[in-house]
T-cell receptor
Framework: ETGVTQSPTHLIKTRGQQVTLRCSSQSGHNTVSWYQQALGQGPQFIFQ???????GRGNFPPRFSGLQFPNYSSELNVNALELDDSALYLC???????????????FGPGTRLTVL | AQRVTQPEKLLSVFKGAPVELKCNYS??????LFWYVQYSRQRLQLLLR??SRESIKGFTADLNKGETSFHLKKPFAQEEDSAMYYC??????????????FGKGTLLTVNP
């Protein structure tokens, strides 16, 4: 059973640019959640994807968008990058029960994004 | 709105001493609470969840709904317990969606 992987490991962009981060979920999982972790803070929920549909969103502007593919891997896209977008971006995969409750979330190692 | 508060950013204890990492939450429904741990250069991983009522690596946590707390305890700290600990709450994110809300974390250092 392979774990959650993320690419790239590190990324440097400039203000105004666009970025795409990728996440491969753990085998057997159908849900991917994305989190932003700023320095010295806990992870903050961006959004969740379940069976290729957005299934909940945190307090992030529309320039944060995502996709989930049929193999349950996922992308996080951020447009018009701002300096405050500099953070560690984590994805977590899990299985969503039919009743809606989440099983344990397994985290990837993260992508460190620096916006200059 | 759901909120998780970890009042201590840093906690330092000596090996063999008891340790308690504090966590308070705010949530209008019936929460599910977790402790996640991140060891140096490793990814975030689940330590324990309140519904399982397990003791993992000697750690326990009891949900106190009256005090809205979920403190993590271990009677005798070990050097390998040194890590960043995050308390997290799973609650509704509108409709039938569930999300994790994390505290800011407590960095535990166990000194020899």
């Amino acid at each position: 059973e392979t774990g959650v992987t993320q690419s790239p490991t590190h990324l440097i962009k400039t203000r105004g640019q666009q970025v795409t981060l990728r996440c491969s979920s753990q085998s057997g999982h159908n849900t991917v959640s994305w989190y932003q972790q700023a320095l010295g803070q806990g992870p903050q929920f961006i959004f969740q994807y379940y069976r290729e549909e957005e299934n909940g969103r945190g307090n992030f502007p529309p320039r944060f968008s995502g996709l989930q593919f049929p193999n349950y891997s996922s992308e996080l896209n951020v447009n018009a990058l701002e300096l405050d977008d500099s953070a560690l971006y984590l994805c977590a995969s899990s299985s969503l029960f039919s009743g809606g409750a989440l099983n344990e979330q397994f985290f990837g190692p993260g992508t460190r994004l620096t916006v200059l | 709105a759901q909120r998780v508060t970890q009042p201590e950013k840093l906690l330092s204890v000596f090996k063999g001493a008891p340790v308690e990492l504090k966590c308070n939450y705010s949530y209008s429904g019936s929460p599910e609470l977790f402790w996640y741990v991140q060891y140096s250069r490793q990814r975030l991983q689940l330590l324990l969840r309140h519904i399982s009522r397990e003791s993992i690596k000697g750690f326990t946590a009891d949900l106190n709904k009256g005090e809205t707390s979920f403190h993590l305890k271990k009677p005798f700290a070990q050097e390998e317990d040194s890590a960043m600990y995050y308390c997290a709450l799973e609650g509704m994110s509108g409709g039938s969606n569930y999300k994790l809300t994390f505290g800011k974390g407590t960095l535990l250092t166990v000194n020899p």
